[in-house]
């Protein structure tokens, strides 16, 4: 199991993170208008959100192996859609 943090101090809520998780355990906290790890256990240890994150918020510390060093989106030259403004 991995252990997922967000840097509040860095996060800027754009959003990526929550849309690069492809077992959706982020979510947005409306009140703090931050990124938050909802669900840690269902975390698969892919790398995308600490990856993806233009404000490199997010580290995942690892309690198990996981070889992947890219994003899936760089090893299969997908482009990241615009994201309010932001350009990945």
């Known amino acids: ?3 997922v943090s967000i840097d509040t101090s860095k996060c800027d ?3 990526v993170c929550l849309q690069s998780c492809p077992v959706d355990m982020l979510r947005f906290d409306e009140a703090t208008k931050k990124a938050y790890v909802a669900y840690p256990g269902d975390c698969h240890v892919c790398c995308l959100c600490e990856d ?37």
């Not at 997010?58 to 992947?68: F, G, L």
């Not at 989106?73 to 350009?87: C, N, Q, R, V």
């Open 1 to 3: 199991m991995s252990t």
């Open 13 to 15: 809520g754009c959003g």
């Open 52 to 88: 993806d994150c233009p404000q490199k918020a997010i580290t995942i510390d690892y309690a198990m192996a996981n070889p992947r060093q890219i994003s899936i989106y760089d090893t299969l030259d997908i482009p990241i859609p615009k994201i309010d403004g932001y350009d990945i």
